[in-house]
């Protein structure tokens, strides 16, 4: 009699319970909420160039206010720029495209309305702040595509540069 196909059996059975034994393990983890994928959420901001993001983003909530982010960028372009409209296509942050809705910083200086002091020059970092429709709420999870225009002085051509922010509303 063959007793090889058998023992093989036997290996495959006990390994085949011990992964099921782990699989139930992982399963109540995660029912229970120690496994949480959205606790595990990465802090990200993602602008590429010519008008990259230096940092992430910052998302807060707003309490009786809807909340806001605020993202700092840096000119790369290679010449002078005027930001020029602000909005959220899709996410979290709802619709916002209203003129005086967005705020611009640059180099440190206030938060003034755009696009007013909106000249951003070759090299210079700037932040832009907008409010987001829906009321965001401390610990919930962000996701959001940002998008920006800004004209380039040397050519006048309007460009919109687009980005994703995503995190934990503080």
Same mark, same amino acid.
Request: a negative charge; glycine letters at 10%.
């Given at each position: ?9 036997? $290996? ?19 029912? $229970? ?39 700092? $960028? ?51 970092? /700037?932040?832009?702040? /907008? ?8 610990? #919930? ?12 002085? #040397?050519?006048?051509? #309007? ?12």
């Amino acid at each position: 009699m063959n007793r090889k196909g058998q023992a093989a059996m036997e $290996f495959l059975m006990t390994y085949g319970w011990a992964i099921l034994v782990v699989i139930a393990a992982i399963a109540a983890l995660a029912y $229970f909420g120690v496994l949480s994928p959205e606790k595990m959420l990465p802090e990200r901001t993602t602008f590429q160039a010519p008008v990259p993001n230096v940092d992430n983003a910052i998302v807060m909530a707003g309490g009786a206010d809807a909340g806001y982010v605020e993202i700092a $960028f840096k000119n790369n372009v290679g010449f002078t720029i005027n930001v020029t409209d602000v909005y959220a296509a899709d996410g979290d942050c709802g619709s916002v495209s209203a003129t005086g809705a967005e705020e611009i910083s640059v180099e440190g200086a206030a938060f003034t309305t755009i696009p007013i002091a909106s000249t951003v020059t070759n090299g210079q970092g /700037f932040r832009i702040k /907008f409010r987001c429709t829906p009321a965001l709420l401390a610990g #919930e999870k962000f996701k959001s595509d940002i998008t920006f225009k800004y004209v380039n002085t #040397e050519t006048m051509q #309007e460009r919109p540069h687009q980005g994703t922010v995503q995190g934990r509303i503080v």
